[in-house]
Structure formats: structure tokens, C-alpha cells
């Protein structure tokens, strides 16, 4: 397929997106566990991430977290994000995400997922639009529409987010308020 064609379809798709479920390691982070000896755990996140799922939430586009692990530290930052559909332990996610889609009354078509490993690929092979990052494995390169140029946990979900909210006609609207 010519490259406008598929920028044309990868645009398509993306227009009809009403959710867009996240992994969080290897996507909101660059994968790194740190682990202390009291079974603490601490991840990194990135701040523009934040800023653009806050942003992309604000355009109308509704968020979750679907993750194999827990994590007190994620439900921290969904709260500080205003992600209200956490899914943790989420050992089968593909029945977690049909379980979503079901309960919002939305077709598979209207959602996105972004993932970063083999575990995620039966979400990502039912969900309208697939995202994934560079570092993934090439399988799951090869089932994504899209991989993002920026590195998990260094502004890939931002890029995620703005590609959306451009594809939706959102993101000058979003900005618009800092070029003031």
C-alpha cells in the first residue's frame, strides 16, 4: 500500500477512537522496575505524557489502564491523571478490555490500545487502532498501526495522544491556550 494510503487509513482510524487503553510498563514508562528491599516498587513517568493524556481526555476521548501488574504507584498517577478505569493484575487482558468495551457500549473499532510486549498483542489485535513503541519485539511491531518515534517512558504517549487528538481535529484547540 502506497505510504498516503496508509497514512490515510492509519488517519481513518484513528478519527473514530472514543478510548484508549494503556499498558504502563514499557509504555507510560521506559520499562525499568526499581524495587527495593521492602517490596516497594517505584517507576518513572514522564510529565509530558501526563500533559498529553490530560489533554486528550479533555477532547473528549476517554482513558484506561489495563496492566498485568499492581502497582500503588499507578493508581497515584491515575489519580493524578484523571484516569478513572483502572484495570491492574489483569492477568487476561483481552477479557478485561472486552469486559470495557461492554460496559461503555463501544464497538472495538472505537478504541485504541497501546502496548509494548506479547502480552498485549490479543488486546491490540482486536482494538481499532494498535500503538506500540520502538523497543518492542518485531511481533508486536508487526500487529501495530502504529509505532511511535519517541522511547516509552520519553514522550511516546504524548506523541500517541497529540497523533489522536490531530487526527480528531482537537489538538490546535488543546494547544491553542499556551499560544495566548
Known amino acids: 500500500m502506497?505510504?498516503?494510503?496508509?497514512?490515510?487509513?492509519?488517519?481513518?482510524?484513528?478519527?473514530?477512537?472514543?478510548?484508549?487503553?494503556?499498558?504502563?510498563?514499557?509504555?507510560?514508562?521506559?520499562?525499568?522496575?526499581?524495587?527495593?528491599?521492602?517490596?516497594?516498587?517505584?517507576?518513572?513517568?514522564?510529565?509530558?505524557d501526563g500533559h498529553g493524556l490530560r489533554m486528550l481526555k479533555g477532547s473528549g476521548v476517554e482513558l484506561a489502564i489495563i496492566t498485568g501488574r499492581n502497582s500503588r504507584v499507578v493508581e497515584h498517577r491515575a489519580r493524578n491523571l484523571g484516569i478513572e478505569i483502572v484495570h491492574q493484575g489483569a492477568h487476561d487482558k483481552l477479557a478485561v478490555y472486552q469486559a470495557l468495551c461492554r460496559e461503555l457500549n463501544l464497538d472495538c473499532?472505537?478504541?485504541?490500545?497501546?502496548?509494548?510486549?506479547?502480552?498485549?498483542?490479543?488486546?491490540?489485535?482486536?482494538?481499532?487502532?494498535?500503538?506500540?513503541?520502538?523497543?518492542?519485539?518485531?511481533?508486536?511491531?508487526?500487529?501495530?498501526?502504529?509505532?511511535?518515534?519517541?522511547?516509552?517512558?520519553?514522550?511516546?504517549?504524548?506523541?500517541?495522544?497529540?497523533?489522536?487528538?490531530?487526527?480528531q481535529g482537537t489538538l490546535d484547540a488543546a494547544l491553542a491556550p499556551y499560544l495566548k
Open 2 to 48: 502506497p505510504a498516503d494510503a496508509m497514512n490515510a487509513a492509519l488517519i481513518a482510524r484513528a478519527r473514530n477512537i472514543r478510548l484508549v487503553a494503556f499498558d504502563v510498563d514499557g509504555v507510560m514508562t521506559d520499562g525499568t522496575l526499581f524495587l527495593a528491599d521492602d517490596g516497594q516498587e517505584y517507576k518513572g513517568f514522564n510529565s509530558l
Open 109 to 167: 473499532e472505537a478504541t485504541a490500545y497501546m502496548g509494548d510486549d506479547v502480552v498485549d498483542l490479543p488486546v491490540m489485535r482486536r482494538a481499532g487502532l494498535a500503538i506500540t513503541v520502538p523497543a518492542a519485539p518485531e511481533l508486536v511491531k508487526a500487529h501495530s498501526h502504529y509505532t511511535t518515534t519517541r522511547e516509552a517512558g520519553r514522550g511516546a504517549v504524548r506523541e500517541a495522544c497529540e497523533f489522536l487528538m490531530r487526527a
